[in-house]
């Protein structure tokens, strides 16, 4: 089985532009979450899908951060407009909704904004 | 509410020597607890997790870790390293079975020849 995959590996972006990253969890699962990862705050939960319905969301990153699973095999993660303090790591991850906590997470797509 | 403290950001070893790197949970009930690590460049990968029953619980690679539910504790051990063991070490907890999971700050291990 392929594991989850995260496009594009890499983002230089210009401040106030949208950009898009995308998803695909392991064939199967239904439960998604998407993870801002920096050094200073660790890792922060953006978003929390089970079968495409949105059950959780990062109250602080409401405002700019907007994720949807458009079906069940594709999520995006849109920011917009970006700012330079989003520059991290943003990382997905998917499971089965019997996974008791056992997550497959994607290598990542690092964002960087100018 | 419930939390995960990891004491050590960053921890040194030589290999072969023995580890322990410290997770302390704080939650009102015995919640699930788990070790995920995190190889440059990677993402997050599930090391071993516990549940119930016998407090200390095998995971990959040869990490053990032991749950005190006395002292709100879920440490990971290993016996003896190696340079590839070098990466950051995530400890979580879900306050039940779903997948919610709350990590902690994670620890850097850098293990010298």
């Known amino acids: 089985d392929a594991g989850v995959t995260q496009t594009p590996r890499h983002e230089v972006a210009e401040k106030g532009q949208t950009i898009i990253l995308k998803c695909e969890p392991v064939s199967g699962h239904n439960d998604l979450f998407w993870y801002r990862q920096t050094k200073i705050q660790g890792l922060e939960l953006l978003s929390y899908f089970r079968s495409k319905s949105l059950m959780e969301d990062g109250g602080a990153f409401k405002d700019r951060f907007k994720a949807e699973m458009l079906n069940s095999s594709f999520s995006t993660l849109k920011i917009q407009p970006t700012e330079p303090k989003d520059s991290a790591v943003y990382l997905c991850?998917?499971?089965?909704?019997?996974?008791?906590?056992?997550?497959?997470f994607g290598e990542g797509s690092k964002l960087t904004v100018l | 509410a419930q939390s995960v403290t990891q004491p050590d950001a960053r921890v040194t070893v030589s290999e072969g020597a023995s580890l322990q790197l410290r997770c302390k949970y704080s939650?009102?009930?015995?919640?699930?607890l788990f070790w995920y690590v995190q190889y440059p460049r990677q993402g997050l990968q599930l090391l071993l997790k516990?549940?119930?029953?016998?407090?200390v619980v095998q995971g990959v690679n040869s990490f053990e870790a032991e749950f005190s539910k006395s002292n709100s504790s879920f440490h990971l051990q290993k016996a003896s390293v190696h340079w590839s063991d070098s990466a950051v070490y995530f400890c979580?907890?879900?306050?039940?079975?779903?997948?919610?999971?709350?990590f902690g700050d994670g620890t850097q291990l850098v293990v010298k020849p």
């Open positions: 516990y549940y119930s029953g016998d407090p």
């Open positions: 939650y009102s009930a015995t919640p699930y």
């Open positions: 979580a907890l879900s306050p039940n079975s779903n997948n919610r999971i709350f």
């Open positions: 991850a998917s499971s089965w909704t019997g996974g008791n906590g056992q997550l497959y």
